[in-house]
């Protein structure tokens, strides 16, 4: 079954930096489009980025736009998450997901996202 592992989430302190892993298995990864969700604390889970299978990145929300750069390696069934300049309401549980998307050229609404990993939790201190 399709598995996907975050890793790399820790504390930092705000204008820092952190990369999230994604392992996936179970999948032929350069099929599914590949995203990460945060969680804070009383809000629901919300969508960030997305990054298909062509390489089309979408913004699920525009906050992170400059600071947050997503990328994958197919060959290795990894996706990664670059975080910069972080501030402190970018403090969540982040989850890494996967979303079959073969027959698409964009990434998928974020409600499409079917496989999603435990989360790495991220704390950013002021």
């Known amino acids: 079954q399709v598995q996907v592992a975050e890793s790399g989430g820790g504390l930092v302190q705000a204008g820092g930096s952190l990369r999230l892993s994604c392992t996936a298995s179970g999948l032929t990864f350069d099929d599914y489009a590949m995203a990460w969700f945060r969680q804070a604390p009383g809000k629901e889970r919300e969508g960030v980025l997305c990054?298909?299978?062509?390489?089309?990145?979408?913004y699920y929300v525009d906050s992170v736009k400059g600071r947050f750069i997503i990328s994958r390696e197919d060959a290795n069934n990894i996706m990664y998450l670059q975080m910069n300049s972080l501030k402190p309401e970018d403090t969540a549980m982040y989850y890494c997901?996967?979303?079959?998307?073969?027959?698409?050229?964009?990434?998928?609404?974020?409600?499409?996202?079917?496989?999603y990993g435990q989360g790495t939790q991220v704390t950013v201190s002021s």
């Open positions: 990054i298909n299978r062509n390489g089309l990145i979408t």
């Open positions: 997901a996967a979303a079959w998307n073969k027959e698409a050229s964009i990434c998928p609404p974020s409600k499409f996202f079917r496989y």
